[in-house]
């Protein structure tokens, strides 16, 4: 487990000893009051997120979203209802390997853990929760698209973000829409998608929900995680004369697909994506010919909200970029210390059930206060984006739209 350093270059092992130093100095002053001390106990939060592998960048930006929030909530006063009690992190690699991120939890749990986040693979998510599940530790995916994730029973699960069951219907009917308000000249679409869970079982969704919009699948292709080359692929696609392109990967494979069909001057009349991981403001700003009128439907803040525009000038301070990874984890950080001040415990049970009543408000998220049902929040909500100019804007839903879908994409 790695050693947690704070800002102010402090170890987590001289940080937790001052904590302690104040909860006995309280515990002197509060004669009366002894529980006081166990309450500055600090909270420990797991965070299991690909810190190395092919997943490495968007797992940085999850722990980078996490310890953000930590900063935010121990700055404010830490858990109220626990006596101030700072939240510290505890850092587990998963390595994009779900036998790895199961024995993270394993580890965490033997370290005193009292609630996790991750995982960012479903495949991994499904294997850390039901570790954590043995011990019922309180587990908030951050990223995590699989429903398979909140239809097992366990109580100790929670999801802010939508799942790709709902995210693919969405999809599924934004496209329809706008094809059909063209004239409806898309009549073909051809599926890439990555090989695990995420890929797999979104590509099922949309095999069977795009026939419902007059859309035919003329080929769904799977591929493995890592792809080092899509030359192939990108032929195929030019033989098939498919009108959309629908990438269902992680960031470094949506990325190089995109640009490898740009290379071969592979026709279609849009590149619409479905939980496409690379799709996002660095996408746009590394390869904006690349990128220009790629449609995706994702994970995605408002823009609107005065709350996401300020957290995005500070994620830009600091030299990164706003991806969904930072502001979904910032959030599942968030839910889970508002599970611990409503609980006025670190006990599992009651904050599980302090989770599972959860009306928080997720602040820059384009959607309305959190309502858990088996552990899903089913108040959230995907939207449809686009790059257009070099930016990106929401196409859909109507009510937050920043732009006009531009369907379909003009000719080279």
């Known amino acids: 487990m790695s050693k947690k350093v704070t800002k102010s270059g402090v170890s987590r092992r001289k940080f937790v000893a001052g904590t302690a130093a104040g909860a006995a100095a309280l515990a002197t002053s509060n004669l009366g009051f002894p529980h006081i001390a166990r309450a500055a106990d600090p909270v420990k939060i797991g965070l299991i997120h690909p810190a190395t592998g092919f997943l490495a960048y968007p797992g940085g930006q999850l722990r980078y979203g996490c310890q953000m929030a930590i900063n935010?909530?121990?700055?404010?006063?830490?858990i109220k209802s626990l006596g101030g009690a700072m939240i510290e992190a505890m850092l587990g690699d998963s390595q994009t390997k779900p036998q790895i991120g199961a024995a993270?939890?394993?580890?965490?749990?033997?370290?005193?853990?009292?609630?996790?986040?991750?995982?960012?693979?479903?495949?991994?998510?499904?294997?850390?929760?039901?570790?954590a599940a043995k011990y019922g530790i309180p587990f908030s995916?951050?990223?995590?698209?699989?429903?398979?994730?909140?239809?097992?029973?366990?109580?100790?699960v929670f999801r802010m973000a939508d799942g790709?069951?709902?995210?693919?219907k969405d999809a599924a009917a934004n496209l329809g829409a706008i094809n059909k308000a063209a004239g409806s000249p898309a009549k073909t679409v051809v599926i890439v998608h990555e090989e695990s869970e995420f890929g797999s079982g979104t590509a099922?969704?949309?095999?069977?929900?795009?026939g419902e919009q007059g859309l035919t699948v003329a080929?769904?292709?799977?591929?493995?995680?890592?792809?080092?080359?899509?030359?192939?692929?990108?032929l195929r696609i030019k033989a098939m004369k498919a009108d959309i392109v629908m990438p269902i990967n992680y960031p470094g494979e949506y990325v190089l697909l995109a640009r490898t069909l740009r290379q071969q001057k592979v026709d279609f009349l849009a590149s619409y994506s479905v939980l496409g991981g690379g799709f996002n403001f660095k996408f746009v700003n590394d390869l904006p010919e690349v990128a220009e009128n790629m449609i995706d439907v994702n994970h995605w803040y408002d823009p609107r909200s005065a709350a996401g525009q300020a957290l995005r000038k500070r994620v830009e301070a600091d030299g990164k970029f706003f991806t969904f990874e930072v502001y979904l984890a910032y959030n599942?950080?968030?839910?889970?210390?508002?599970?611990?001040?409503?609980?006025?415990?670190?006990?599992?049970?009651?904050?599980?059930?302090?989770?599972?009543?959860?009306?928080?408000?997720?602040l820059f998220m384009p959607y309305g206060p959190t309502k858990m049902v088996n552990g899903q929040n089913v108040g959230s909500r995907a939207v449809a984006i686009?790059?257009?100019k070099g930016d990106v804007q929401v196409i859909s839903p109507a009510e937050i739209a920043s732009a006009k879908p531009v369907f379909p994409r003009p000719k080279a």
């Open 72 to 78: 935010d909530i121990n700055k404010a006063g830490g």
């Open 104 to 131: 993270e939890v394993e580890k965490m749990n033997e370290a005193g853990v009292h609630a996790i986040t991750g995982c960012y693979q479903s495949a991994v998510g499904l294997a850390a929760t039901a570790a």
């Open 141 to 156: 995916i951050d990223v995590g698209v699989s429903d398979k994730l909140v239809t097992r029973g366990l109580t100790n």
């Open 164 to 168: 790709y069951g709902r995210i693919a």
């Open 204 to 210: 099922r969704l949309m095999n069977k929900l795009l």
């Open 219 to 234: 080929e769904t292709i799977k591929h493995a995680n890592p792809t080092r080359n899509f030359d192939n692929v990108a």
């Open 332 to 362: 599942s950080i968030r839910f889970l210390a508002d599970g611990f001040e409503r609980a006025g415990s670190t006990d599992h049970a009651k904050v599980n059930a302090a989770l599972a009543a959860s009306t928080i408000d997720p």
């Open 386 to 388: 686009q790059a257009q």
